[in-house]
């Protein structure tokens, strides 16, 4: 069975905004609101190594 509740494989190197488990998951993990996770991603994309960077600028 598939826990929404837990980002794994290759899950866990991109992030999609349309699931509402992985906004929350993110959200909190990059302590930042849905809308700024939104905005990073269209800026520069899923890879959460790039959000990350992004983010952290």
């Known amino acids: 069975m598939d826990d ?8 866990k190197n991109f992030i999609n905004v ?6 929350s998951y993110w959200t909190k ?6 809308d700024e996770l939104r905005h990073a991603v269209q800026a520069v994309g899923t890879s ?3 959000v ?3 983010l952290n600028k």
């Open 4 to 11: 929404k509740r837990k980002v794994s494989g290759s899950d």
């Open 52 to 54: 990350t960077k992004y």
């Open 48 to 50: 959460v190594k790039a």
């Open 29 to 34: 993990k990059f302590g930042i609101t849905r």
């Open 18 to 23: 349309h699931e509402n488990y992985e906004l």
